[in-house]
């Protein structure tokens, strides 16, 4: 779980969804400290990772649905994507770290 470097808060995993590569901070709620994103890289593994498996999955079940005609494997992309999505999101909480925000 990420937690503020300052005060030892735990950051919300809802506010994990708004961390991207280029805005990497957000506002600690307990003491407001600006925190800034420490591994950049796990983040963009992280998505690498799962972009690649959805990707290849979908494109996979896409391809077995256009040549079958079966609605199953629409239901099965869906479920790709659901699946992969909150899988990043939990490494995104399990494997995030922070640092305070340098004034710069």
Aim: aromatic share 10%.
């Amino acid at each position: 779980m990420a937690t503020c470097p300052k005060c030892g808060n735990k950051i919300p995993a809802r506010k994990l969804l708004s961390l991207t590569r280029f805005s990497g901070s957000i506002t600690c709620s307990v003491c407001s400290s600006q925190l800034q994103w420490k591994n950049k890289g796990t983040g963009s593994l992280i998505g690498g990772i799962g972009g690649g498996v959805g990707g290849g999955i979908g494109a996979l079940f896409a391809d077995w649905w256009v040549s079958t005609g079966n609605l199953v494997y629409l239901v099965l992309i869906l479920a790709v994507i659901v699946t992969v999505f909150f899988a990043a999101w939990g490494a995104m909480v399990k494997f995030t770290k922070f640092e305070l925000k340098s004034a710069s």
